[in-house]
């Protein structure tokens, strides 16, 4: 097994006297995506805004590419190369799909846009994606469906060249068949060395796409389970707290 | 580059279309780029069209009914009458824009020309020193909605409708009650009473085409340069033609005499004046709405300006100060603000304790009439320029008509309607949805 990217160690978070991560290790490698799964108010959402810098951890150590790092403010995140891509997708309706893309660290030339520039990076890096189902990078947002939507907002976070992409239910409001083409997207994007954590309430996709599983329970991580290696049943036994691995990992 | 490995995937109409891009629109034809206008235009994407066909309609309208409107002396008034409104509707589009409303603009115009003229006139200050005190002003009264908008959090209709109110009577402790002061220094009285000589009218027209173009063709090579593909090259040329012919038509007929024929007494002709050029506040307008919509389109500014008003909150998460952009939006306003001020003094010649109260609704409606949306995140600064015109020829219309001045209000309210309606359902059918979030 390759060296993890992001290694979550003994981290805790409590909101005065409730704690909500008791301990919690988690590892994500390159090229694998790492589903998180657990009930609502297991702590997945907590652990996420921590690796974002958003709600930075009381305790516990972050360690990336081996090393101990600090995670107090998103710009931290941002520089070490994790993404968050939340369920509320954070796009602009009114402007395109390469000036959301850009959004925030737009290319100028002179102090103006260089658009040329953007155009052709936008295009770049949804074609890396394999991404058919965009027309035109020009389109407005508000014209795109939501497995488009979803998928500009993947698009933008390897246009940052991250390394980290975290997906906060990406799958959760598509149909069938963007739901499909999400998850070959999560894919691809593993493919190319990113480490993906995916948190998701739907087993199937998370069978359908993640080589590891990690289940959180009231704020224990009490399963670290290799996809391949395990079952549903199991899954859902550690989701509702029938079953147990004993150490946690 | 990894993209060479790829090439090989794309399959299907991608790759029949273009060797290596995503489309961008940008391809095709003259009637391909035409067809792609249509389409977002029956998607809801109407931008000024309503508007110009308003103006054209009610022209067209006026003219038949009055043999006054369509002569050379009207269309130099209505320059003149339009500027004011054109410029407070060009300086609420900022504001507009991020999703929220300055009611108190037309007062602020007006209360910086009550300072300003009270400065001149009662206390003998140098008039460029009161002019630049003005603009302070302006930019005090935007940084303290701003303030009050950005940082506190207090809806901007309530903080301004409040500014509105306590401005005015700022105005009439500054006036006093019943005053009326009369502007008496010639620059100023000249930007909407004197003309640029003939040859002036046909040189600001060659700036406007050349800038024009060199934009375009600067924007052509760098798109160029990255190796994404241009328009075809017709559509500049088309846009530099429908520039060149309109611009020269207003500029010929702004030319033209359109004094007081002289009366002949004994003989001798007696009286009598030339009149001719294009009113020196046009280029002051044009010169505003070129550097405003050059922020809007090509700056970060500008682009964040478009991307609070379509989503804050992504707007936060990509790491946009939105605060500091919402506080300077209505610095913006204010300042612009008062050129619109400026240019009714100018054309008024008098100031006193109402000015601008009755400019506010109209500056609203003329950037509303003229496709800006109320929901913010879509319009442009041209839009509010031809909506002001669209409300600028309704009021001018209805004049020469003789019509009550209430026919006045009835007419410019229900066209604000209308073009809020429009604004709404071309918002629905853009796939947005009414209800702001």
Known sequence: MSVPIIELTDVVKSFGPVSVLKGVSLRAYPGKVTALVGDNG???????????????????????????????????????????????LALCDNLDIVQNMFLGREETRLGTFDEGRMEREASDTLRSLSVRTVKSVRQKV?????????????????????????????TAALGVAQTEQVLALVRRLADQGVAVIIISHNLADVFAVADHISVLYLGQMVADLETRATTRDDVVGYITGTKTMGVSA | MSTTQERGDLTGDLATTSVDLIGSGQEGGILDQVGAWWQRVRAGDMGALPAV???????????????????????????TQAATLVMLGMALVFVILLGEIDLSAGVTAGVTMCIFIVLVNVQGVNWIVALAVAFLIGIAIGTFIGFFVARVGIPSFVVTLG???????????????????????????????????????????????LVSGVTSFVDRRRRSAAGVPNRTIALVWAKLAVFAVLGGLAVFLLNRNRGQAPTILNGQEVGGNIVEGVPIVVPFVLVILWV??????????????????????AARRSGIKVVTIRWTAFIVCSFLAVFAGLFSISKVGSVDAAAGRDLVLSGVAAAVVGGVSLFGGRGRLIHAAIGALVIAVITNGLGLLNLPAGVNYLVTGG???????????????????ILRT
Not at chain 1, 149 to 163: D, N, P
């Open chain 1, 42 to 88: 297991a702590g997945k959402s907590t652990l996420i805004k921590g690796l974002a810098g958003v709600q930075p951890y009381d305790s516990g150590s972050v360690r990336f590419d081996g090393e101990e790092v600090s995670l107090h403010s998103p710009r931290d995140a941002s520089r070490l190369g994790v993404e968050v891509v939340y369920q509320d």
């Open chain 1, 142 to 170: 508000s014209s795109l469906s939501g497995g488009q939507r979803q998928t500009v907002a993947i698009a933008r976070a390897v246009l940052k060249k991250a390394r980290v992409v975290i997906l906060d239910e990406p």
């Open chain 2, 53 to 79: 066909g308003g103006f054209v309609v009610l022209s067209v309208l006026f003219s038949l009914l009055s043999p006054f409107f369509f002569t050379e002396r009207n269309f130099a008034n209505l320059m």
């Open chain 2, 163 to 209: 500014l509105f109110l306590g401005l005015q009577g700022l105005e009439l402790i500054v006036i006093g009650s019943g005053g009326l002061y009369r502007v008496q220094i010639p620059e100023i009285l000249a930007i909407q009473n004197s003309n640029l000589p003939t040859w002036g009218g046909w040189v600001m027209l060659v700036v406007v085409l």
């Open chain 2, 292 to 313: 405003g919509t050059f922020v809007l389109d090509r700056t970060k500014y500008g682009r964040y300006i478009y991307a609070i008003g379509g989503n804050p909150e």
């Open chain 2, 415 to 433: 066209v604000l309607v209308l073009a809020a309606t429009v604004d709404a359902v071309s918002r629905v059918r853009a796939g947005g949805t």
